[in-house]
């Protein structure tokens, strides 16, 4: 961690030994670029806000003579649910394999041992900045991604997209961001931003899909006291919160034309007026705006300006489908019981078998979001440890839903070829797992992707 070429990151450290924080702290502040301790773990989230640490290297005991790391984990849950990006390495005297693996699964990193070796502990630490920084893409150094750790998924797909994100983070183009509703599209914005010069500044964010016409202007370039009935105070306007920051312009593609005006006089001048004043003010901010919509084809049709839609994707990044990621779906559906058996104090939970299938069954109309509520609505009313096919809850409506899209046609080969194409997806490419979801043979597969042509 000696090269001038290390990554200079912020450290925070919590441990409930003092003699720890002053070691650590001398050891680590002149390979840093800066370093906080706290005997407090409830200080976490205060330092987190205020410090925005790179690396929080976390005790896993708190009180004397514990050695269970119970502690360590809760606090890892409450770490990682205020911000999912966040890297930790657990410090403890008490490690063994495992405490190891669970602690890898509840989402650390690594682990420091007490006494440590100084060696060790800087080139631990120095991997734990560049994870949080980039990491090498496998096959291609020359493509760099940054671990995203919000960004639950290993398909092909997501590492795309991971890459991308990467590259725009640090520039201060305007963003598209594209894909299905509950897919996530507010998750790659806080992503953006994170890890964009920006990320100490605001990050605002605003849900076009909810703002009624007559309240859009108030609510992004606000209004002075007496400008209408109601406004009783003057207000600031989202644009001017973001000022030096990000402005997140959720479902853009709900903006009626008149609305579009005023969002596109805003992006090109990068002013606002609030409602009642003639001033006008300058702000700097990034635009990242998120659709479900297909932008291209409103412009077609003439429901959306070219002019605003050009302004608004200067980088365009897509998120698959969830029912498109394949084995993505256990991650993620492992990722929200890990959080939601802390929160809910039911450790040890796990999914058999079964339930794993069902999970990959089933095509996720509601993408993550639905995934996450199902594994918490799953966890809660499952009273064993293990949740089998019967404990995973997919709620009628959106079996419902399901139901629906598999009937938009009943044409016999259709279908065929439709369960085909879900299940190879579902498969990342895999045609032997692809025929065993299937029920058929992978020859009767391949004989099948021949005569339908697919």
Known sequence: MNSIESPKGRILVVDDNEDVLLSLNMLLKPYVEAVRVTAKPERVIEFMDTFHPDVIILDMNFSRDAISGEEGYEWLARILEHDPMSVVLFITAYVDTEKAVRAIKAGAVDFIPKPWDRRKLLDTVQAAVELRLSRTVEGNPSERVIAFPSLVGECEAMLTLKQQIARVADTDANVLITGENGAGKDVVAHAIHQYSRRSSMPFVGIDLGCIPETLFESEIFGHEKGAFTDARAAREGRAEQADGGTLFLDEIGNLSLQMQQKMLTLIEKRET?????????????????????????RVGDGTFRQ?????????????????????????????????????????????????????????????????????????????????????IR???????????????????????????????????????????LLGITRFALYRKIDKLGI
Not at 273 to 291: F, L, N, P, Q
Not at 316 to 324: D, S, T, V
Request: charged share 25%; aromatic share 4%.
């Open 307 to 391: 002019d605003l839609f050009y302004r608004i994707n200067t980088i365009e990044l897509h998120i698959p489908p969830l029912r498109e990621r394949g084995d993505d779906i256990i991650l993620l559906a492992e990722h929200f019981l890990s959080i939601f058996a802390m929160r809910y104090d039911r450790r040890g939970m796990a999914f058999s078998e079964d339930a794993r299938t069902k999970l990959l069954n089933h095509s996720w109309p509601g993408n993550v979001r639905e995934l996450q509520h199902c594994i918490e609505r799953s966890l809660v009313l499952c009273d064993s440890p293990i949740l089998s096919a019967s404990d």
């Open 273 to 297: 007026s609030r409602i009642g004043s003639s001033k006008k003010k300058k702000v700097d901010v990034r635009i990242i705006a998120a659709t479900n919509a297909d932008l291209a084809a």
């Open 394 to 436: 997919i709620t009628p409506h959106t079996q419902s839903e399901i139901n629906g899209d598999a009937q938009q046609t009943l044409n016999l080969e259709e279908l065929e070829r439709n369960a085909i194409k879900r299940a190879v997806s579902m498969s990342n490419g895999n045609l032997t797992q692809a025929a065993e």
